[in-house]
Every structure is written in C-alpha cells, then in structure tokens.
C-alpha cells in the first residue's frame, strides 16, 4: 500500500470528507481535504505518516470508540532498528505498527486497527 493509500484511510477514519475541486487557480483539479466534523473549511492534509503532533490532534482521540472502549495503553519501544508501537485494550486485541520513526509506526498500528473494523 502507498503511503498516498494509507493516508486517504487515515483521513476517512478521522472522517476528513474530500471533494474534486474542479477550477484550480491553475486551472487544473485537485484534490482538498475538509476538516471533521461537518465544516466547510479545507486544511493542508495532515501529515499522519510523519507527524504525532497530526496523529495526536486527528486520530488519537478517535482511539475512544463509540462503543466506549478507551485504550488501556499504548506502548512504544526502539528495537533493532525498528520502532514499535502496541495500542491495547485489556478487553480487545492489541495492534501493533512497526516503522523507522515513531509517527510511522503508530499509524501502522492505527491502520492495523481499522483494517480489523473493516472486517467486521
């Protein structure tokens, strides 16, 4: 999966909604981005892949389900190269991010995460 994949899974999870902006002042389309929840204002994508500080505004408070379930840790741990990230709940299984940085891997965690919702 490309990070511009992961991204866009990340930015529907936070419940970012995009829109096909057609008349560009190049006149050409791009993609925007508008910021949860129901607002009419567009913001530079976050960059989820690289930044906790974007993780820890978008996607961590997120974490909390709608069903309540707030996790019970999140673990995070240099080994051999590789940083780790667990998030864990004492009543669900735990997702685990692997990456060269911090941010990298605690998405990888989050995107482990919502694979698993998308399966049920």
Same mark, same amino acid.
């Given at each position: 999966?490309?990070?511009?994949?992961?991204?866009?899974? #990340?930015?529907?999870?936070?419940?970012?909604? %995009?829109?096909?902006?057609?008349?560009?002042?190049?006149?050409?389309? /791009?993609?925007?981005?508008?910021?949860?929840?129901?607002? &009419?204002?567009?913001i530079?994508?976050p960059?989820? @892949?690289? %930044? @906790?500080?974007?993780?820890?505004?978008?996607l961590?408070?997120?974490?909390?389900?709608?069903?309540?379930?707030?996790?019970?840790? /999140?673990?995070?741990?240099f &080994? $051999?190269?590789?940083? !780790?990230?667990? /998030?864990?709940?004492?009543?669900r299984?735990g997702?685990?991010?692997?990456? #060269?940085?911090?941010?990298?891997? $605690?998405?990888?965690?989050? !995107? %482990? #995460?919502i694979?698993?919702?998308?399966?049920?």
């Amino acid at each position: 999966m490309t990070d511009q994949e992961k991204t866009q899974i #990340l930015l529907k999870w936070a419940r970012f909604q %995009s829109y096909y902006k057609s008349q560009a002042p190049e006149e050409t389309g /791009i993609e925007a981005w508008v910021q949860p929840p129901d607002s &009419e204002r567009t913001i530079p994508i976050p960059d989820f @892949l690289h %930044s @906790l500080d974007a993780q820890a505004k978008w996607l961590w408070p997120k974490l909390t389900s709608d069903k309540g379930y707030t996790p019970d840790g /999140i673990l995070m741990w240099f &080994e $051999c190269g590789t940083w !780790l990230v667990e /998030i864990w709940w004492m009543t669900r299984s735990g997702y685990e991010g692997r990456g #060269l940085t911090p941010a990298e891997a $605690c998405a990888e965690a989050i !995107l %482990s #995460l919502i694979g698993e919702e998308n399966e049920d």
